[in-house]
Structures are given as C-alpha cells and as structure tokens.
C-alpha cells in the first residue's frame, strides 16, 4: 500500500507542476505525506458534494482538475464554502491533489482525452510546448476523424462522447460542411482561436465560447465552432488520469482502489429553450 507521498511522486512525473502556468495553484493542498492511501476519488471540481462523495466513500486522497484556492488566503475557516471543504477533508484524514494547467499540457493531458472522448486519433498539439524536443506537449490537440463526416454529424458524436449538462452542444457552420480534421481544447479555449484558424482545420471542439469571438471567426470563414460545457470538456481527463494511477500502482505493486466521480458538477442547471 503507498502512502501518500508515493502517489504525489506519481502525479509530479505525470503532471509536473513546474509547467503549470504562473497564475496557477496545482499540487497538494492538504494532507499527510505519511498517511496512507488505499482510495483516490477522481472529480473535476472540489466542491462539496463531491467532498461528500469522498467522504462517503471513504476515500483516502481526492484528486481535482481545478483548485480550491487560486489566491492567497489568510483563513481558512469553516465560515465559507472553501473552508468548510478544508475542515471537512481534515476531519476524515482526506488529501487533496490538484492537477491543472500542468495536466492540460502534459503528453498525454486533458486535451488527449477530450480527443479520445470524441473519436479523434491525435496528430500533434494545437499550440507546442517549445521545451518539448518530442513535440508532444502542449495547449489543445489537432486530431483526425477515421473519415469526414458532415458537422451536424460530427457535432452529434461530440454530444455522445461527452457527459450530458443542461447546455448541451453548441455549433457555429454549415450543418453539411464536411469535418475531418479537427482541433480541441479541454476547458476555456477562445484565447486560441487564432491557432486554430492558422491550423487549417475543419472544426474546433472547445468550451466557454464568447459571442465576439465566435461572430468573428464566423465572418472571416473560419472553421466550424462547437462548443460544451467548460465541465464536460475536461471531465475525460479523469479517466486518463485513474488510468496513469492504476498502471503506475501496478508497476510498484500497490493495491489500490480508485473512482471517477460521476456527479455532474457543472455549475449550469437547466437550458430552456426558446421558440
């Protein structure tokens, strides 16, 4: 059984936290390196049902793509949400991981598995790593489908390949214009529209999608715009992730329990549409 300074010494490898962005708060945010953990719980966001559900299931270590904390705090007190979930983690001997932007560039990274999710064989990043002599990491992910197939179809395997919110997919084109090769971005991915266009490919798969940008691209011929809950987008990374974990465990010999939590944490409850 390791303890829980073996599995940060796995997730360091995997998801350095010198290549998160500057801005960003990755790694350990409360814990005993000495405990040990037989049951990691996989979740996109530290928030309290998702605690609950750790707590529930008793596991040992929860493991979230975005932080708790993005700023430097003086308290973390029980009198707001984010210090309850630090009271509540302590309480039950629980550790708290995060992996963000370093999870997003990593090879593979958030950005592999939102591919992977939607069917697409991975040719290479949409926005290189200049560190990586490979050119392997790096922001988003240009991929192919195993033939072309019309937008309206192709936004339809998205919607199939990822989990359901009340947003649903959007798409900005043709329903008939012909898709094959195709960029994605897990997350929020407009800051990378100007890649995307200089890529040459067919459709852009990303998140948070803003009315400029996309009337924009739309006007100047772009490719075609698809566009799911920020949520859904990175939720695939969670099984990545389990799976770097459990082929790591086997690797060392360690028993390990593991789950990726299927709660839908997106923070948009209810789509009414309009006729």
Not at 112 to 132: C, F, I, K, Q, Y
Not at 205 to 218: G, K, Q
Request: charged share 20%.
């Amino acid at each position: 059984m390791p303890i829980l300074s073996d599995v940060l010494r796995v997730f360091d490898e995997l998801y350095p936290p010198g290549r998160a962005e500057s801005w960003d708060a990755v790694g350990l945010v409360c814990g005993d390196p000495e405990a040990p953990v037989r049951r990691v719980l996989f979740a996109v966001d530290p928030v309290r049902q998702v605690v609950d559900e750790a707590v529930g299931w008793g596991a040992d270590l929860l493991v979230t793509h975005h932080p708790l904390y993005l700023r430097g705090v003086v308290s973390v007190a029980a009198t707001g949400f984010k210090g309850r979930v630090v009271h509540t983690l302590i309480k039950h001997d629980i550790g708290l991981l995060t992996a963000h932007t370093n999870a997003d560039s990593a090879d593979p990274g958030v950005s592999d598995a939102l591919a992977e999710a939607v069917g697409l064989r991975v040719t290479g990043p949409l926005v290189p790593d200049p560190t990586d002599p490979a050119g392997r990491r790096g922001s988003g992910r240009i991929g192919v489908l195993p033939a072309p197939e019309p937008l309206s179809a192709f936004a339809a395997r998205v919607a199939a390949g990822l989990p359901a919110t009340a947003q649903g997919v959007r798409t900005a084109g043709d329903p008939e214009q012909p898709v094959h090769r195709v960029a994605v971005c897990g997350g929020s991915g407009d800051s990378f529209l100007d890649a995307v266009r200089a890529a040459g490919v067919d459709a852009y798969v990303t998140a948070d999608l803003r009315h400029h940008p996309v009337s924009e691209a739309r006007e100047t011929s772009g490719p075609a715009l698809v566009d799911a809950a920020h949520w859904a987008t990175e939720w695939p990374w969670l099984r990545l992730a389990e799976r770097e974990l459990l082929a790591a465990a086997e690797k060392h010999g360690w028993t390990l329990e593991t789950r990726v939590s299927q709660q839908v944490t997106d923070p948009w409850t209810l789509h009414t549409p309009q006729t």
